[in-house]
């Protein structure tokens, strides 16, 4: 079964930016020329994460205010008093929430619901690049 590793770049904001990344995902498994599988989309770093969700404005508010609400910015963390780096929160968001989502595909489109999309979830305290890998399998 061959395996392709594609890459690409989102930049981010600070403080739980929400991005959908599902169009460029299904641009590099066209990319491949594979018909079915199973992609895997990850994001190297600990202060960030892939999920799904549907993409809409209140959505992904109600995913940010929730993930607020479970992991507080403005409690004490022992990351920060380590590092000084104000990121704590970031870090168990990124454990929690899981830096990959995997997802089939036939025909050589990814298979989602209606309303799912691919998000790129960035919790760290400063905009960043992110470097995403998809890799993919199938025949």
């Not at 999920?51 to 403005?74: C, F, K, M, N, T």
């Not at 309303?115 to 960043?128: A, H, N, S």
């Amino acid at each position: 079964m061959p395996v392709h590793t594609r890459k690409f770049k989102v930049n981010t904001e600070a403080d739980t930016d929400i991005i959908d990344i599902t169009d460029k995902v299904q641009e590099e498994l066209s990319a491949t020329g594979i018909i079915a599988g199973v992609a895997l989309v990850f994001v190297p770093g600990s202060t960030a994460a892939i999920s799904s969700i549907e993409y809409e404005s209140g959505a992904v508010r109600d995913l940010a205010d929730a993930i607020e609400r479970l992991i507080p910015q403005d409690i004490p963390y022992a990351h920060d008093a380590r590092w000084h780096d104000g990121n704590g929160h970031s870090h168990v968001r990124s454990a929690l929430l899981g830096p990959s989502f995997s997802v089939p595909f036939a025909d050589g489109k990814l298979i989602l619901g209606a309303w799912q999309q691919i998000v790129l979830l960035d919790f760290d305290v400063r905009p960043r690049r992110r470097e995403i890998i998809v890799q993919i399998m199938g025949g």
